[in-house]
């Protein structure tokens, strides 16, 4: 994860390893919804911050 507060940018890298078929497998319908889960996250952080006391 890296912050560039003056351009108001959040960048979130995701690493994954697969470990043969079952991996494959597995990873083939997480790798659609992942997208969206992360998106859901920061848009979730970004409304507790911005209602935290300063």
Partial sequence: ???DAEA???RITTTVRL???RGRVYFW???L???IV????LRS???RL???PA
């Fill in 1 to 3: 994860m890296a912050v």
């Fill in 8 to 10: 108001r940018l959040v």
């Fill in 19 to 21: 470990k043969g078929w």
């Fill in 29 to 31: 319908p997480v790798r």
């Fill in 33 to 35: 919804v992942h997208p």
């Fill in 38 to 41: 992360v998106r859901a996250m």
């Fill in 45 to 47: 952080a970004q409304r």
């Fill in 50 to 52: 911005a209602s935290a």
